[in-house]
């Protein structure tokens, strides 16, 4: 079997499953539409659970010159906004696919000396010239959801295009813990410190090419004092009265969603 993600310009080309809004990335030995001579196909074993069922499939992976409109059955669609129209599985295939591409175009050249890179196996390079070996790296970032008694911190950064809030979030640096950089990016952009800090779990980040790794803190100590450079607004919110929060896509979302069905279990049990 052979399922194939093609994207051109962050969105993913997608086949319309009937009527009722499904879709699915395309499938087939032959490409879902037609290819230009210097269109390159990345071709990557796979091993893994599609559609409930476990399948051993070649991923094909292409960039496509321009986005294909007017083709019966075909939609190009915001990889985002795919997140709520695809399975689990093929979204992940899809941003494995976005950040192969990202990836490939931001390292044509190699780092050490300049030579053009080859393609070593599916998902490397090296270098012919000076041999070094370029495997990808996603930028890592943490996301931390804190809590102080019935209520939750959220902010608004300045890069938010929507109105939404989210948790604050922020670049690991070079030589620094992930529980370090949770600590130094509450301090630097709320002022605030925390305790009982807990691994919640991670989360590829093909915007384009990030690995958000979730937190979770109680309160401890400090006065809320917003950086005013990355972030607009920011305090503390009970569940009843909630700002507009992030979509499903995020592992923002899973924090705070995690934290008001807690609640609701809690409620449940008094
Ligand atoms: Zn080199």
Known sequence: MTIWSCLC?????LRREGADGAFSLPIGDEPPVALQPWNIVTTIKNESIVNSQFSIFNLKIVR????????????????????????????QLASKAAELIYWD????????????????????????EC?????????????????RGETILLVRA?????????????FLETGESLEQCVERELREEVGISVKNLKYFGSQPWPFPFGLMV??????ADGEIHLQKEELTEGGWFTRDNLPPIPDKASIARR???????????LKMRD
């Not at 010159?65 to 093929?90: F, I, Y």
């Not at 924090?255 to 008001?260: K, M, N, R, V, Y």
Request: charge should be neutral.
């Open 64 to 91: 496509l010159d321009k986005p294909v409109v007017g083709v019966e059955g075909l939609e190009m669609m915001g990889l985002r906004k795919s997140h709520a129209v695809l399975s689990p599985e093929e979204y």
């Open 255 to 265: 924090l705070i969603d995690d934290w008001l069905m807690r609640d609701e279990r």
């Open 9 to 13: 310009a962050g969105d993913i080309l």
């Open 131 to 147: 041999g070094k070996e370029w495997w990808p790296s996603p930028s890592t970032a943490i996301i931390v959801r804190v809590t």
């Open 105 to 128: 175009q931001n390292t044509k050249y190699c780092g050490v000396c300049g030579a053009p890179t080859k393609w070593m196996t599916d998902i490397s390079k090296k270098c012919p």
């Open 214 to 219: 979730g937190f979770t803190a109680d309160y």
């Open 158 to 170: 300045r890069n938010f295009r929507s109105n939404h809030y989210g948790l604050v979030a922020g």
